[in-house]
Nanobody, 125 residues
Framework: QVQLVESGGGSVQAGGSLRLSCGTS????????IVWFRQAPGKEREGVAS???????RYADSVKGRFTISQDNAKNTLSLQMNSLKPEDTAMYYC???????????????????WGQGTQVTVSP
């Protein structure tokens, strides 16, 4: 059984930093794609950053240069370092995983079977 558990959310002022973590268990695909999505109230869930089993990364334009996705395979943990946070980064953040390498489809939430429960990030002005 695949489980994803996010942690690290919280409240921060604009310009601050947060580090989100996603612990994985039961996810044993040799090739995979893991994505951080976020969803703000009244908005669609959007892909923020992705990483695959070859450590290749992709980012949404809105977070490039501010967010960094990484993984520690020994610990089965995925991280999202978020710097220079803005109020528009306020959202529920989810990690999602799927078998297969990330492609242009990485931002499509409908293609991911495995999801965590989410962690809230709130950035105040």
């Amino acid at each position: 059984q695949v489980q994803l558990v996010e942690s690290g959310g919280g409240s921060v002022q604009a310009g601050g930093s947060l580090r989100l973590s996603c612990g994985t268990s039961g996810f044993t695909y040799s090739e995979y794609c893991i994505v951080w999505f976020r969803q703000a109230p009244g908005k669609e869930r959007e892909g923020v950053a992705s990483i695959d089993s070859y450590d290749r990364t992709r980012y949404a334009d809105s977070v490039k240069g501010r967010f960094t996705i990484s993984q520690d395979n020994a610990k089965n943990t995925l991280s999202l370092q978020m710097n220079s946070l803005k109020p528009e980064d306020t959202a529920m953040y989810y990690c999602a995983a799927e078998a297969g390498l990330c492609g242009s489809w990485w931002t499509d939430r409908n293609l991911f079977r495995y999801w965590g429960q989410g962690t809230q990030v709130t950035v105040s002005p």
